[in-house]
């Protein structure tokens, strides 16, 4: 059974670094794109950035473009985002999810419970 | 690029069919056959429900439908059960990125 587990989220201050962390397993990792939607506080899904297969592609959110970085590991079956300069509006429950197919634009059928980034001084 | 609008909630009786509407542009729902609906409960992960607009997922129920016309998405749920009382969210590609939904919440009355 596919399966992603996150890791990584806390407590940052404002300016302050995040690595989050996303280990896969039940799947075969290197064949599909890879995702990161976060989910404010009581709000709705936003789509954070995503990478394809073998790294050679990847996009972000404008909110995000220039301070969050998405990586992959196809090595260890693990997905990254390096967020800098972390903002208060950056606080979030982040989800790692699988695309269905290798490119960018396939729905995201796999889902982790998601790992909890709050930003505040 | 802005969310898609969808309306804030919608409700139905028990055994009813409800609509949901998710409006976008020529630039994303417009432009792609690319739109994926997800459930959410609360407490919960989304879950996948429909892929390029009118495709359903191995274990989603058929009374799940999707369909696009224009800038316009829509996803029907049909003989409406307490167990479909959740948010939903729609999602369309844009170009390297994706937008997802306003979100819209479901009641079964």
């Known amino acids: 059974e596919a399966q992603l587990v996150e890791s990584g989220g806390g407590l940052v201050q404002p300016g302050r670094s995040l690595r989050l962390s996303c280990a896969a397993s039940?799947?075969?990792?290197?064949?599909?794109?890879m995702h990161w939607v976060r989910q404010p506080p009581g709000k709705g899904l936003e789509w954070v950035s995503g990478i394809i297969w073998n790294s050679g592609d990847m996009g972000y959110a404008g909110s995000v473009k220039g301070r969050f970085t998405i990586s992959r590991d196809n090595g260890n079956n693990s997905l990254y985002l390096q967020m800098n300069t972390l903002r208060p509006d950056d606080t979030a429950l982040y989800y790692c999810?699988?695309?269905?197919?290798?490119?960018?634009?396939?729905?995201?059928?796999?889902w982790g419970q998601g790992t909890t980034v709050t930003v505040s001084s | 690029q802005s969310a898609l609008t969808q309306p804030a909630s919608v409700s139905g009786s028990p055994g009813q069919s409800i609509t949901i509407s998710c409006s976008g542009t020529y630039s994303d729902v417009g432009n792609y056959q690319l739109v994926s609906w997800y459930q959410q409960h609360p407490g919960r992960a989304p879950r996948l429900m429909i892929y390029?607009?009118?495709k359903r997922p191995s274990g989603v129920s058929s009374r799940f439908s999707g369909s696009k016309s224009g800038n316009t998405a829509s996803l029907t749920i049909s003989g409406l059960q307490a167990e479909d009382e959740a948010d939903y969210y729609c999602c369309s590609y844009a170009g390297r990125l994706y937008l997802f939904g306003t979100g819209t919440k479901v009641t079964v009355l």
């Open positions: 999810a699988k695309g269905r197919g290798w490119q960018l634009g396939y729905g995201l059928d796999v």
């Open positions: 390029e607009v009118i």
């Open positions: 039940g799947f075969t990792f290197d064949d599909y794109s």
